[in-house]
């Protein structure tokens, strides 16, 4: 890679992810410590195999700098839900089921933005956000290859994930009044072994397991309502680690599930009220909205943060025409989307889509461009787009992983990317 002395703190990033082309994972060491982690070794090892671009090679630099900035955008809006007049304004368009506010705040909230020279631009914001126990095996298996990339991973060894993430579920817990800890706890997920992300279903399993906790990875239709109870298998169901994209809980199968929260006989997170709160899409219209937002309880300091938010609208009948007109300037993404799913990059827009667009449900984000990292495939330089995720609870850094990419959005799909270790100079 080039040499990058003399260059300031705030460009150092930018040219490693132009010209630093080490390959930081030990792919041996990844395989053996998800194995040692797993339940179930042989059977991770086949599903990670399936999925050969879970993981990238390299590791994504960003500034200290951007780190603050970022950690400021999750403090405003942390901030702001707490604010009454936006609770007003979220729980408006949320449904009934998120009024109901049983304690808890929501585990592996995440927050993904995209870099750039003007600063992190958040895009969106998840409740259930995945791959945090894949990314912390992943920041482990780190080797370097070069004096930049050594300095880096020595600056960033991996915290105390672990004890954080299992203070976060005891927080939960006890924030719903029960005291101890939970006695069972569920993965819950529709068709679980179908879902791209089961191999983290099954380290979350484990991970409970080797604290005492009795821990089953189940879809939701399993669980049945008895003596006031959530059940699975006849066993009561303390905790529910929720990874559906269900956030109101009323489609088929879920029925006790929703039963169980509606009557507080299970602790649910992250649950629909956190959902409503943070991670509703169409709540960035106000939150990039500086009439809005110059409203609430904030301080000068978190007003400016929320700045870091791309403006957002509803698409409306009112605004649908001129918002055709400023296509090539947007990012259309479904309200209750997740994944990626049904979203359209504006100068891609086809009058079909837009015409399902227009009927309801969308928001218009004006287009924040990716960075890029470049990597080095079979000999070949290749710039692939990169997102930065944040994972937090209750506004406190858990872990920060990127994901690497080509195309519209981030697909796992891409050789040579994937999750990768986040190194902060």
Known sequence: MSETGGIGDSARDAVLNRDCFC???????????????????DLVGALLASRPNLFSGGPVFISTHDVKAMLDVVAAIEAATGDTAYQE???????????????????????????????????????????????????????????QASDARRANAPGEFEALVWQMFID???????????????????????????????????????????????????????GGRLEHDGQTVDLVYNRLVDFSLDAAGHEALRDAYLH???????????????????????????AMVAGWDLTPGQLKSLSAIPHTALVTAENAERLWAERSRHFFKPAGGHGGKAVYRGD???????????????????????SERRIK?????????????????????????ARVYQGQTTNFRTPGGGFAPVFVV
């Not at 390959?23 to 070794?41: K, V, Y």
């Not at 507080?264 to 909205?289: E, Y």
């Not at 495939?377 to 992983?401: F, H, N, W």
Request: proline letters at 6%.
């Open 348 to 370: 891609k827009l086809t009058r079909r889509v837009w015409a399902e667009i227009q009927r309801g449900g969308y928001i218009a984000q004006e287009l924040a461009k990716p």
């Open 264 to 290: 507080g006989a299970v602790v649910l997170t992250p649950n629909p009220r956190n959902h409503a709160l943070f991670a509703d899409k169409r709540n960035l219209s106000l939150l990039s909205d500086p």
């Open 172 to 226: 939960e817990w006890e924030l719903q009044g029960r005291v101890g800890q939970p006695r069972t706890i569920a993965i819950v997920e529709d068709g679980p072994k179908d879902q791209f992300l089961y191999p983290e279903f099954l380290l979350a399993q484990r991970f409970f397991e080797q604290r005492g906790v009795k821990a089953c990875v189940v879809d939701p239709s399993e669980l049945r309502i008895s």
């Open 89 to 147: 304004e979220v729980l408006g368009w949320a449904p009934a089921i998120a009024r109901h506010d049983f304690g808890p705040r929501g585990v592996f909230m995440g927050y993904d933005f995209h870099l750039g020279g003007s600063g992190p631009k958040l895009i969106e914001v998840n409740t259930n956000a995945g791959g945090a126990f894949l990314n912390a095996l992943l920041a482990r298996a780190q080797e370097a290859c070069c004096r």
């Open 23 to 41: 390959i930081t994972l030990d792919r041996s060491s990844l395989s053996a410590a998800i194995r040692a982690e797993a339940g179930d070794p």
């Open 377 to 401: 495939i079979d000999g070949e330089i290749q710039s692939l787009k990169l997102d930065v995720r944040l994972y937090t609870y209750q506004g406190q850094p858990l872990q920060m992983a």
